[in-house]
């Protein structure tokens, strides 16, 4: 098992700079009364994470907006989305969507694409 | 469950001191998505760090220290094409700065704790633990840490399991993308979106950031994606709520709102 000093020294560095981003707020903050404007603003911070991760994964395929039938992610998305708003349910959304995915590939569709 | 049931009655008695254990493994079990989607992602980065150049011990570690999936992937691009370490370390600090909006939005939810519990738990903050965490634990609530601890640890634990089992084979194992596994983490995060998603306000900040992340998506600059289509829409709706406010406490600058009292 060989470990090179030079990619240790990168990785604790990588380290540093990722642990720092997830402490620093919730250690500097904790202890301090927020402005109401702070707390307004962090409310709608969720909402607006999720969105930003989500519609990429869907919308965007290989760098390149991808709003076409070819699109596995964006078929799937939609029955995914439809279970999600029934039940409220993570794990029933997951398989739903992953089974969703399984048949439209076993179908030929989005061939080699979709990742 | 074995080694307590001398304690049961106790255990009735004192309702919140007892049952650590449980609240852990309740926390565990929220974690079972983000393990389904994580296990195909650390099997895949620990195949991609071996191409591109690392050890398996070197790959491993670099799980167990880091814990961000997309800023390993890209570590690993880096590496192969020859990077320096600095340029490692500051495309990594770019691309996780989105970590600071998660750490700041969890206050809410985990401000009572001590500052060496919050040390240890903010270790855990990923995309996923973080949207499952604020799609599970009421927001202005105390979230009780063994819940949370469980949830990151349970999702750590299977992130450098399967990026071991990666980087040990050197090459992929069986042909997930047929069973849809790759699926698994985008559609978590439409649930998770679809239960954030409590009131207008909050439909159109969806509607705003999820254009602009994919606007953002499209060009050079994606590593900004959810930094700056986050902090973009969060604004949006914060000036839109407090807009409307005025307008319902009858401050001058907005049209009288009808149904208001």
């Given amino acids: ?8 020294a990168m990785v604790v560095g990588m380290f540093a700079v990722t642990y720092l ?15 109401a404007w702070l707390r ?17 994964s869907v919308l965007v395929a290989d760098g390149k907006l991808a709003l076409h039938s070819g699109n596995v992610y964006l078929m799937a998305s939609v029955p995914t989305l439809i279970v999600a708003a029934r039940t409220r349910s993570l794990l029933l959304s997951v398989v739903v969507g992953m089974l969703c995915v399984m ?3 076993a179908l030929g569709i989005g061939a080699g694409a979709g990742c | 469950m074995g080694s307590e049931a001398g304690s049961m009655m106790a255990r009735g008695r ?3 001191t007892s049952g650590s254990l449980v609240r852990f493994v309740r926390g565990a079990r929220l974690a079972v998505p983000v393990v389904v989607g994580y296990v195909p992602i650390g099997l895949a980065y620990g195949v991609i760090a071996r191409h591109s150049g690392l050890s398996p011990a070197e790959a491993t570690l670099m799980s167990v220290l880091v814990f961000a999936g997309s800023a390993q992937f890209i ?3 880096l590496v192969s094409s020859g990077a320096t370490a600095v340029g490692v370390v500051s495309t990594t600090l770019l691309v996780n700065l989105r970590h600071m909006l998660f750490s700041m939005s969890l206050l809410s939810r985990l401000r009572h704790l001590s500052r060496p519990v919050l040390a240890v738990l903010s270790f855990g903050i990923t995309d996923e633990t973080f949207g499952v965490a604020v799609g599970r634990f009421p927001a202005d609530e105390p979230a009780d840490w063994r819940e949370v601890a469980g949830l990151n640890f349970v999702s750590y634990a299977a992130w450098v399991a399967s990026s071991f089992v990666g980087a040990a084979l050197g090459s992929t194992v069986g042909d997930g993308a047929r069973l849809g596994i790759d699926f698994a983490l985008p559609a978590m995060f439409i649930c998770l979106l679809v239960m954030q998603v409590s009131s207008r306000v909050a439909l159109l ?3 705003v950031a999820g254009a602009l992340a994919v606007a953002v998506a499209a060009t050079p600059l994606r590593a900004w994606a959810t930094v700056v289509a986050t902090i973009v829409a969060a604004s949006v709706g914060a000036a839109l709520d407090r807009h409307r406010a005025e307008r319902r406490d009858g401050h001058p600058g907005g049209p009288a709102e009808r149904r208001g009292s």
């Fill in chain 1, 103 to 105: 048949i439209l590939r």
């Fill in chain 2, 75 to 77: 570590a690993c691009g």
């Fill in chain 1, 1 to 8: 098992m060989s470990v090179r000093a030079a990619i240790i």
């Fill in chain 2, 205 to 207: 900040v969806a509607v």
């Fill in chain 2, 14 to 16: 004192k309702r919140n």
């Fill in chain 1, 40 to 56: 307004t603003w962090l409310s709608y911070v969720a909402v607006a994470v999720l969105a930003s991760l989500a519609a990429p």
């Fill in chain 1, 21 to 35: 981003s997830r402490a620093v707020p919730l250690l500097a903050l904790s202890r301090k009364q927020m402005p």
